[in-house]
């Protein structure tokens, strides 16, 4: 696989150790604003073709689906970073047809989830070469399948050059992926103990992963370290999240894993 540069503004992702104090307990110190990955995407876009003819039998063929050329828009030179336009057109070049139909995202929509968008650096033969293409490195993780599928892309052409397929490989989480855990966290009883911290710095209710700032990591499973529940985590996509009131402090979750594969919430003991 290509050497892939993060070099993207807006990817880098701070890290803060957080102090156990009990069960998502609130924490009194003020941590630096982190901000996602980019929001999910990628399923892109088609124009239907018109029907060839009326009065179609039962065996006829259903109509074909055109697929427009994503726009070119703002393009990058060299070794630069991957325009905003770039990173748009690369996705939804990498997001076949057959992706789209087959695979399935974080909210459990058709087509996979959009993880994050990468400059991929030249060749070895093409370093010296100033009119090199420029490729990105797109990947989707299936929810379907578990499974990560990495394409690269050449901008220039507009042809997809590589496709690999992983089970058991988690990278960082996507911002819809955030969102969607917290979603999943509200919602289940184990989540009692953050709505109530966040009531008591908001005297609100929560009720959206928009109320909150949020950030976290990919959690794997350790054998006996968990409840049964979490052991496929690493083959599932789990996410311990670490969320924060917006303008105020941040809540301790630590000892919730939400698996998304599985769309289930589960406790660790934190001893």
């Known amino acids: 696989m290509r050497k892939i540069v993060h070099r993207h503004l807006g990817k880098v992702v701070a890290g803060a150790a957080i102090a156990v104090a009990g069960t998502a307990v609130m924490v ?49 030179t060299g070794n630069d970073p991957l325009t905003d336009d770039e990173m748009d057109r690369a996705a939804k070049l990498a997001a076949s047809p057959q992706m789209r139909s087959a695979g399935e995202d974080v909210d459990g929509d058709r087509g996979p989830q959009r993880v994050s968008v990468d400059f991929a650096e030249p060749e070895s033969g093409e370093l010296d070469d100033p009119s090199a293409p420029r ?49 999943i966290l509200i919602a289940d009883p184990l989540g009692a103990d953050m709505k109530a911290d966040f009531k008591d710095a908001t005297a609100k209710e929560l009720t959206s992963p928009d109320q909150l700032l949020l950030n976290g990591a990919v959690y794997r499973a350790a054998p006996g370290a968990q409840p049964a529940v979490l052991d496929k985590c690493g083959e599932h996509r789990c996410v311990r999240l670490f969320p924060k009131v917006k303008n105020g402090p941040w809540i301790d979750a630590r000892s919730f894993v939400i698996d998304l594969s599985a769309r289930k919430v589960a406790k660790l003991d934190m001893g």
Do not use: C, M
């Open 28 to 76: 009194g110190i003020t941590l630096p604003g982190t901000a996602g990955a980019d929001e999910a995407g990628g399923n892109g876009s088609g124009q239907s073709a018109q029907q060839a003819g009326q009065g179609q039998g039962a065996g006829a063929v259903p109509p074909g689906v055109v697929e427009q050329a994503p726009s070119e828009g703002d393009k990058g």
């Open 135 to 183: 490729r990105a490195e797109v990947t989707f993780y299936d929810y379907k399948t578990d499974a990560l599928v990495s394409r690269t892309v050449n901008l220039d052409t507009g042809k997809v050059e590589q496709t690999t397929t992983e089970n058991g490989v988690q990278p960082p989480l996507s911002r819809a992926e955030y969102a969607e855990a917290a979603k």
